[in-house]
């Protein structure tokens, strides 16, 4: 690939061999095509979009992503019968059911399986991948990489309200329409509008909330 791109919370970042707009912060890496994490993270206390310029991008993100602990996960955005999209609201910004992969299970099955855990909305199917997120945070000392596939479901049609995980920390799950999803993601994550950027076909990958 080009370019990856890798969050950590509201930091953007692209690993590149491509120009990059004026906008963002550039990186150089060493001789051997790496950039240490500890370099990027403390760019990142300061930088909202930072470039790492590499002649070799699948060679930086291997080096980068060795540095971290993977973890793959699932989750995205069930749909209704009157075309309402289903959300969320944990840590005081609205958000997306999503969850780790266990042993042996699809990313199709966990989709379904958070979102029905998370929200208690049965999903009659699930369909097309929407996207793939990369975001990085430190979970109690350790640093992790997380890998989100996004999938847009079916919610099934029996009437049932959500209910939100509390043990989760899930204040909220709600059904929303489309001017209020749009509303609402302008102070969610950045991964959050990738997805919905993704769904509603926005083009500006930066800022999908400046498309509403």
């Known amino acids: 690939m080009d370019t990856y791109t890798i969050y950590f919370a509201d930091?953007?970042?692209?690993?590149?061999?491509?120009p990059v707009p004026p906008t963002y912060s550039v990186m150089e890496c060493d001789g051997?095509?790496?950039i240490l994490r500890a370099n990027l993270v403390k760019k990142a206390e300061t930088d909202k979009y930072i470039a790492?310029?590499?002649?070799?991008?699948?060679?930086?993100?291997?080096?980068?992503?060795?540095?971290?602990?993977?973890?793959?996960?699932?989750?995205?955005?069930?749909v209704d019968g009157r075309g309402r999209k289903l959300m969320?609201?944990?840590?005081?910004?609205?958000?997306?059911?999503?969850?780790?992969?266990?042993?042996?299970?699809?990313?199709?099955?966990?989709?379904?399986?958070?979102?029905?855990?998370e929200t208690g909305v049965r999903v009659a199917e699930v369909g097309e991948l929407l996207c793939r997120t990369t975001h990085c945070y430190n979970l109690y000392g350790r640093w992790e990489m997380k890998y989100t596939s996004w999938f847009r479901m079916t919610a099934a049609d029996d009437g049932a309200a959500p209910r939100p995980q509390a043990e989760?920390?899930?204040?909220?799950?709600?059904?929303?329409g489309d001017d209020e999803v749009r509303r609402r993601i302008k102070t969610s994550y950045p991964?959050?509008?990738?997805?919905?950027?993704?769904?509603?076909?926005?083009e500006d990958r930066r800022d999908a909330a400046a498309s509403v």
Not at 11 to 18: A, K, N, R
Not at 168 to 176: F, N, P, T
Not at 191 to 202: A, D, Q, S
């Open 11 to 18: 930091v953007c970042v692209v690993i590149t061999s491509q």
């Open 32 to 34: 051997q095509q790496r």
């Open 52 to 78: 790492v310029k590499t002649p070799d991008a699948d060679r930086t993100m291997a080096s980068l992503a060795s540095q971290f602990v993977q973890v793959e996960a699932a989750g995205g955005v069930a």
């Open 88 to 117: 969320i609201s944990r840590n005081g910004r609205w958000d997306l059911p999503k969850g780790h992969r266990e042993a042996g299970e699809s990313l199709e099955a966990c989709a379904a399986r958070e979102t029905e855990e």
């Open 168 to 176: 989760e920390g899930i204040v909220a799950a709600e059904w929303v």
């Open 191 to 202: 991964t959050i509008r990738e997805v919905f950027r993704t769904l509603y076909g926005w």
